[in-house]
C-alpha cells in the first residue's frame, strides 16, 4: 500500500468521484508498414473513413451540444486541407501512420501557439481527430475503462468523454488540460467532476503502478491517491454534503446574496482567464473580486496590448459592476521561466510584489496596461504578498510615474483605486500602517498557510491548514474591525469564501464582501443564507 | 462572363468564427459553385471558405470585421447567404454564450 499523495489543480467543473484511476497516457499501437506507398495512401483513407464514421455513429446518441463537437470534428476530418499534407508525405515515400501524426501535430502547434484561449483549446479536438484515425490505422484494441473510473492522464479526447457511460460515476483528472476546453464544457453540463491542471509530478498509474482507489474533489480542485480510511470517509461526507448543497443552491444563483437576518453580502468571482467570463452571466455576481494574472505570464512575457486587452474584455464584461485585478503573483509555487528564481524555500522567498519590485520592469508594463484599461470599466488594482509599507509605497509611485508618462504621451488612462492582499501576517496583526491603501483583499490560502505554517498541498499537515482555526478568524476579524475604523472595503478572495463550511465564522468574523470560483457562486450564496448574522 | 461579389460584416458570435460557428459558415460556402474566400483585413491573406480547416486558420474572434469575397457563379448570392448567417449570428440561440 502506498502513501496517500494529494494533488492540487483547478477544478473545471465541481462535483466528486470515488473510484479506480483509470490512466489515459497509453502507449500508442503498433503500426504495420505496408509494401507500396499506394497501399500507404489507401490505409490512411480507410482509416479517416473509419474514423469520420465513428464520430458519425456518436452523433446519433450525443444532445446538441456533443453533436455540435462531433460535427466540427467530421468536418475537419473530410477537409482535403487537413489530410492534403499527409498524402503528399506518403507520395515522397513516409509511411501513412507516421505522415499523418505529422501533418495533424503541425496543425495543432498552430493551435497551441494562439494568443486567444478559446483557439488554444481547440488543440484538443485535433489531437483527438489525429488519435481516432492513428487508432483506425493500427487496429488498437483500446482497454475498456471500468465503471465509475477516474481517468487519469496529460489530457482527454472529447470523443473519450462522449463513448464513457458516465451513469455510474466517474471523474477526469488532468495533468495539463484547460478549464476552457470541450471535454471541460461537456463535463458541466453533464455533472461530471473535473480537475485540470494538476501537474506532472504525480506518479504515471499503470497495471504495473496500481494506485488503487483515487478521491476526486473536483469541488475544490484536488485528488487524493492511495487514501487512508479516515480519508476515505471524510471524503464521502464531503460528497453527500455537496450534492444535497447543489440541489438546494441552484435556487440562490439569480438572487442576490443575504443572509438569514437580511444582511446583504457582497458575492463576487475569482477568476484566471479572460475567458473565465464567458461562462458567466454578470447578473449573478458583484463583481469579479479577483483576477489572476499569471496566466497571461504562463509561457512567455505577455507585451503590454496583450495584457491591455485581456483586462479591456473583463472590465466590459463587468460593466458598471467593480473588477479587482491583481498584480502578477508569480514565484511561490507559481513559477514563470524568465521572471521567477529558483529558490530553496521559495514561499518564504522572492515572490508576489517582492518579485514585481526587484523586476521593475516587468511589473511597469503591466501597469500601463492596467492604467489605460482602467477607463473601460470600474477597476481596482491590488498588489499580493505586501508585508511592509514600503513595498506598497513603492508600488503606487510606479502607478504615479507611469500614468504620468501615458498622460505626457496623451494616451487615455486612469488611475484605478489601489489596495493591497491581507495574506502575510505581517499586515494582519498590523494593520495601521496601511491606512492609506484603498482597500484590503484578504488572501485566505497563504495568510492561512503562513499563520499555521502548514502547507496546503501537503498531505500530512493538511489538517493543521485550516482557516477556520481561531488564531485565522481572529486575524480576519482584526483586519475587519480596522477597515470598519478607517473606511476601508475589506473583502476576502481566498478558496475558502467559496467553501460553505467556512463561510459561517467569515461572516461572524465581520466579512460582507466575499470573492469564489464562479462554479461556487451557488453553494456559497446558498450557504450565506443559512448564517444567521 | 465571370460574376463576382465582396463584402464585409462584423462577426457578433461570442467565440468568433471557431468551432460550430465555422462548420455552418463552410457547409454554406460549399453549397454554392463560386469559389469564395474570407479575409480579416481587405488586403488579404484570403483564406478558401469552403475549407473548415482554413476558416480556422484564419483565427477570427468576436468583433472581427470579416471580408468576404466571391468570383463565378452565384458570386452574388454566396456572398449575400455567407454576410446573412454571419449576421444571424450562425443561428444560435443565446445559450451558446454559456456553453463555449
Known amino acids: 500500500m502506498s502513501e496517500p499523495l494529494r494533488l492540487q489543480g483547478i477544478s473545471a467543473s465541481a462535483g466528486y468521484a470515488e473510484g479506480p484511476l483509470f490512466s489515459l497516457d ?5 503500426y504495420t508498414v505496408k509494401a507500396t506507398a499506394a497501399d500507404e495512401r489507401a490505409a490512411l483513407e480507410t482509416a479517416i473513413g473509419v474514423a469520420t464514421q465513428r464520430l458519425g455513429g456518436l452523433i446519433d446518441t450525443a444532445n446538441s451540444e456533443a453533436a455540435g463537437i462531433l460535427e466540427f470534428q467530421i468536418a475537419m ?3 482535403d486541407a487537413l489530410s492534403g499534407p499527409a498524402f503528399a508525405a506518403i507520395a515522397s515515400g513516409q509511411a501513412a501512420d507516421a505522415a499523418w501524426r505529422q501533418a495533424l501535430d503541425t496543425e495543432i ?3 497551441e501557439t494562439s494568443d486567444q484561449d478559446y483557439f488554444r483549446a481547440r488543440a484538443a479536438d485535433l489531437r483527438d481527430i489525429r488519435d ?5 490505422l493500427t487496429e488498437d484494441d483500446e482497454r475498456a475503462a471500468p465503471a465509475g473510473a477516474i481517468f487519469y492522464g496529460e489530457d482527454i479526447a472529447p470523443t473519450r468523454f462522449l463513448e464513457t457511460d458516465w451513469s455510474t460515476g466517474g471523474g477526469i483528472a488532468l495533468k495539463a488540460g484547460s478549464a476552457a476546453s470541450h471535454v471541460a464544457m461537456l463535463a458541466r453540463s453533464r455533472g461530471v467532476p473535473m480537475v485540470v491542471g494538476l501537474g506532472a509530478a504525480g506518479p504515471s498509474a499503470s497495471p504495473a503502478n496500481p494506485v488503487g482507489i483515487a478521491l476526486l474533489d473536483a469541488e475544490h480542485g484536488g485528488i487524493v491517491l492511495s487514501p487512508s480510511p479516515a480519508e476515505i470517509e471524510a471524503f464521502r461526507r464531503s460528497s453527500s454534503s455537496f450534492a444535497a448543497r447543489r440541489d438546494k443552491a441552484k435556487t440562490y444563483l439569480a438572487k442576490p446574496a443575504v443572509t438569514k437576518a437580511g444582511t446583504r453580502v457582497q458575492v463576487q468571482v475569482n477568476i484566471a482567464d479572460p475567458s473565465d467570463v464567458d461562462g458567466i452571466d ?7 473580486g479577483l483576477m489572476r494574472t499569471e496566466f497571461l505570464f504562463g509561457r512567455t512575457l505577455p507585451d503590454e496590448e496583450t495584457q491591455y486587452r485581456a483586462y479591456r474584455k473583463v472590465l466590459e464584461w463587468a460593466g458598471e459592476k467593480p473588477v479587482t485585478i491583481r498584480t502578477v503573483d508569480a514565484g511561490g509555487d507559481k513559477p514563470v521561466p524568465g521572471f521567477t528564481v529558483a529558490e530553496a524555500n521559495p514561499f518564504l522567498g522572492l515572490r508576489g510584489i517582492r518579485l514585481s519590485l526587484a523586476r521593475p520592469e516587468i511589473l511597469r508594463v503591466q501597469i500601463r496596461a492596467l492604467l489605460r484599461a482602467g477607463i473601460h470599466g470600474n477597476l481596482k488594482v491590488m498588489f499580493p504578498m505586501i508585508a511592509v509599507a514600503d513595498e506598497f509605497a513603492r508600488a503606487a509611485a510606479l502607478f504615479t510615474e507611469e500614468q504620468a508618462g501615458l498622460a505626457a504621451r496623451g494616451i487615455a488612462q486612469k488611475m484605478p483605486p489601489l489596495g493591497i492582499m491581507v495574506e502575510v501576517p505581517s499586515v494582519a496583526i498590523a494593520p495601521e500602517a496601511f491606512a492609506d491603501v484603498a482597500f484590503f483583499s484578504i488572501g485566505s490560502n497563504d495568510l492561512t498557510q503562513y499563520v499555521m505554517a502548514a502547507a496546503r498541498d501537503n498531505v500530512s499537515v493538511a489538517h493543521l491548514n485550516s482557516v477556520r482555526h481561531p488564531a485565522v478568524l481572529r486575524l480576519i476579524a482584526s483586519v475587519v474591525a480596522f477597515g470598519r475604523e478607517q473606511e476601508i472595503p475589506v473583502s476576502l478572495c481566498g478558496d475558502a469564501g467559496g467553501d460553505p463550511a467556512s463561510i459561517p465564522g467569515l461572516l461572524e468574523a465581520g466579512l460582507r464582501d466575499l470573492s469564489v470560483a464562479p462554479a461556487q457562486l451557488a453553494m456559497a450564496k446558498a450557504a450565506i443564507a443559512d448564517v444567521p448574522v | 462572363m465571370s460574376a463576382s461579389a465582396e463584402a464585409t460584416v462584423l462577426i ?8 460550430r460557428p465555422s462548420v455552418k459558415f463552410t457547409k454554406l460556402a460549399k453549397t454554392f459553385a463560386a469559389d469564395v474566400e474570407v479575409a480579416l483585413a481587405a488586403n488579404g491573406p484570403w483564406f478558401d471558405a469552403k475549407s473548415i480547416v482554413k476558416v480556422m486558420a484564419a483565427k477570427a474572434p468576436k468583433g472581427t470585421l470579416l471580408h468576404i469575397r466571391a468570383k463565378g457563379d452565384g458570386a452574388g448570392e454566396a ?6 448567417l454571419v449576421r444571424r449570428d450562425f443561428d444560435e440561440g443565446a445559450d451558446h454564450v454559456r456553453t463555449a
Not at chain 1, 26 to 30: D, E, L, W
Not at chain 2, 12 to 19: D, K, M, Q, S
Open chain 2, 12 to 19: 457578433t458570435h461570442a467565440v468568433g468564427l471557431h468551432a
Open chain 1, 282 to 288: 454578470v447578473a449573478t455576481c458583484d463583481g469579479v
Open chain 1, 26 to 30: 497509453r502507449a500508442t499501437a503498433h
Open chain 2, 79 to 84: 456572398v449575400g447567404a455567407l454576410v446573412e
Open chain 1, 109 to 111: 502547434a498552430g493551435y
Open chain 1, 77 to 79: 476530418l473530410e477537409d
Open chain 1, 132 to 136: 481516432q484515425v492513428l487508432r483506425a
